[in-house]
C-alpha cells in the first residue's frame, strides 16, 4: 500500500511518534511491525452496507448540519480482527467566500447509486467538515482503533485537514503539499486525477494513536468551481496485514534471537553548578531491567553558593519523583535517594523499569552565599563632657582620663580653703611678701617724720 510510493524513511516518520523515532534501529523496526499490525485502514469492504433506518437525512437531495450516515462493517480492528460500523455527521459546512451554511444539495448518487455503500459524497461547491464514529458491529458501542485515513483523490487544488486528533501524523503524496496560509491543510497544486483515486500522488493519509474518533474538513477547488466529490478509502485503498499468529510467533522469535537495548541519558532542568555536568549511563538496559540511576556529587560549593542536587525526576516539569515505594522494613528516617538505589540493586525490590529508550530529569538546589556585611568609616572621637563635681556624701566612679589642667572651681562651689598662720612680719623670713611689707612700713614712717618737720616750721614763722 505504501512502500511503491513512498520510501522507508517517509513511512516510519508517518508510523512512529517523535519519542519512538529517538529509539535504536532495533526497537524501531520492532514498534513499526506492532504498529502496521494492528492498524485499521479506514476504507470499505466487500461487505460494507450503507443502513438507512440507522441513519439521519433530514430533507432529501440536502445533507443538514446534523445530518449522518451509517455504514456497517466498513473494516475490520487490526488488534482484535472485530467488524467495525463507523456513523458520518455532517458538522458544519461553508459557501466559496467562508460564510457558514445551515445545508448544502447533494446528487442522489450518493447513497442511491454507485456510491450507495460506500462513505464517498458528491455535493456542490462547498466545504463540509464531518466527523467519523467508530462503533462496535456487534454491540453498537464506541471503540477504539489505531486508524490509517486514507483521502484520495485530492485535485484541482482541493484540500483536506484533520481536526481532531490533534496529534496525528500524515503522508501525502508528490502532487499535495501544505497550504501556505494554513500548514494544516494539505492542498493539491491544480493537477487532475483522471483515475479517481487511482495516483496516490493525489493522496493524503492520517494517522495517529488509537481513538474512537477522528473529524475532518475537505476544501474545495479555488480555481476551477466544480462539485465536490469526496469520501475515505477506496477501490484502490488495499491493506492485508499479517496474520495474528504468525506475526506474534515471529516476534516471539526475533526477541529471543535479538535482544532489545535501551538507553538512558540524564539531563539538568534549570540553574545547576556550572563544574558539575549530566551523568552519561553506558548501561545497555534489557527490556523491564531495573534502572540503576547515576548520582552527581552534591552538595557543591563555588562562588554563588552551595549546591544540593534534588534527584531525579521521569518528567521535565519535575512532578514525578524517580524513586521505589518504602517498604515497613525501611528504617524511618532512610531517604528517598537510598531507598531507590537500594531497590536498583536489589533484585527483590525491582526499581524503575527501563523498556524503552528514555530520558530523565534532575535539578539543583542552591543556597546562596551570605553577602559581606558593609564596611563602617572610621568616626572622629567625640571628647566626653567632664564628669560633674562630687557632691557631698557622692562616691566618685574612678574612670581612667588623660590629664587635664585644672580648673577653677564654679562659684558656690568653693571648697573651703586653710588660712595660712600668721607669721611675724620679721625680714629676716625670706619671704617676698613679708619683705614689701616692711618696705611699705617704712616708706610710710618716713613720710610720716617729713610731714611733722614741714609743719612745724611752718608753725615758727
Not at 535482544?259 to 538512558?264: A, D, F, L, N, R
Request: aromatic share 10%; charged share 30%.
Amino acid at each position: 500500500m505504501l512502500g511503491d510510493h513512498w520510501d522507508y524513511e517517509a513511512v516510519k516518520k508517518f508510523i512512529l511518534t517523535k519519542e519512538e523515532q529517538e529509539m535504536n534501529e532495533t526497537v524501531q523496526l520492532a514498534k513499526m511491525v506492532e504498529k502496521m499490525t494492528t492498524a485499521s485502514v479506514i476504507t470499505a469492504s466487500p461487505e460494507t452496507k450503507y443502513i438507512e433506518e440507522k441513519s439521519q437525512i433530514t430533507e432529501k437531495d440536502w445533507f443538514a448540519a446534523g445530518d449522518h450516515l451509517y455504514y456497517e462493517k466498513l473494516f475490520k480492528d487490526g488488534k482484535t480482527g472485530n467488524w467495525v460500523d463507523v456513523d458520518i455527521t455532517f458538522e458544519s459546512f461553508k459557501d466559496p467566500n467562508g460564510n457558514p451554511k445551515e445545508k448544502i444539495q447533494w446528487y442522489n448518487y450518493t447513497i442511491y447509486g454507485f456510491l450507495k455503500d460506500k462513505p464517498w459524497f458528491c455535493y456542490r461547491l462547498n466545504d463540509a467538515r464531518l466527523r467519523v464514529d467508530f462503533k462496535d458491529h456487534a454491540t453498537g458501542d464506541p471503540v477504539e482503533v489505531r486508524p490509517i485515513i486514507a483521502v484520495v483523490d485530492i485535485d484541482g487544488t482541493q484540500g483536506v485537514g484533520l481536526d481532531n486528533p490533534g496529534n496525528y501524523r500524515v503522508l501525502y503524496g508528490k502532487n499535495i503539499s501544505p497550504d501556505e496560509k494554513n500548514p494544516k491543510i494539505y492542498r493539491s497544486n491544480n493537477e487532475e486525477d483522471p483515475k479517481q483515486g487511482i495516483y496516490k500522488e493525489h493522496w493524503v493519509l492520517f494517522t495517529s494513536e488509537p481513538t474512537a474518533s477522528f473529524t475532518y474538513t475537505f476544501y474545495h477547488q479555488t480555481t476551477k468551481y466544480a462539485d465536490v466529490i469526496q469520501g475515505i478509502g477506496g477501490d484502490a485503498v488495499k491493506y492485508t496485514p499479517p496474520e495474528n499468529e504468525l506475526q506474534k510467533e515471529k516476534v516471539e522469535i526475533t526477541l529471543k534471537n535479538q535482544p532489545i537495548y535501551h538507553k538512558v541519558t540524564y539531563e539538568f532542568v534549570g540553574d545547576s553548578p556550572n563544574s558539575v555536568k549530566a551523568p552519561v549511563d553506558e548501561t545497555k538496559y534489557l527490556l523491564n531491567q531495573g534502572l540503576k540511576p547515576l548520582y552527581p556529587e552534591s552538595p557543591v560549593k563555588d562562588s554563588r553558593g552551595t549546591w544540593t542536587f534534588k534527584g531525579w525526576f521521569e518528567d521535565k516539569e519535575l512532578t514525578k519523583p524517580l524513586f521505589a515505594e518504602k517498604s515497613s522494613e525501611e528504617p524511618a528516617n532512610t531517604t528517598r535517594m537510598a531507598l531507590f538505589a537500594r531497590a536498583t540493586n536489589d533484585p527483590a525490590k525491582p526499581g524503575h523499569p527501563v523498556n524503552l529508550d528514555e530520558k530523565i530529569y534532575g535539578s539543583w538546589e542552591l543556597s546562596p552565599n551570605r553577602p559581606p556585611a558593609p564596611s563602617i568609616p572610621d568616626t572622629p572621637e567625640v571628647p566626653e563632657d567632664p564628669a560633674p563635681p562630687v557632691e557631698p556624701g557622692q562616691v566618685e566612679e574612678t574612670k581612667e582620663e588623660p590629664t587635664k589642667p585644672a580648673e577653677k572651681p564654679k562659684e558656690g562651689k568653693k571648697e573651703v580653703e586653710k588660712k595660712p598662720e600668721k607669721k611675724p612680719l620679721s625680714p629676716n623670713t625670706g619671704d617676698r611678701t613679708d619683705l614689701v611689707v616692711w618696705a611699705l612700713i617704712l616708706i610710710g614712717t618716713m613720710a610720716g617724720l617729713v610731714y611733722v618737720q614741714v609743719k612745724r616750721r611752718k608753725e615758727t614763722r
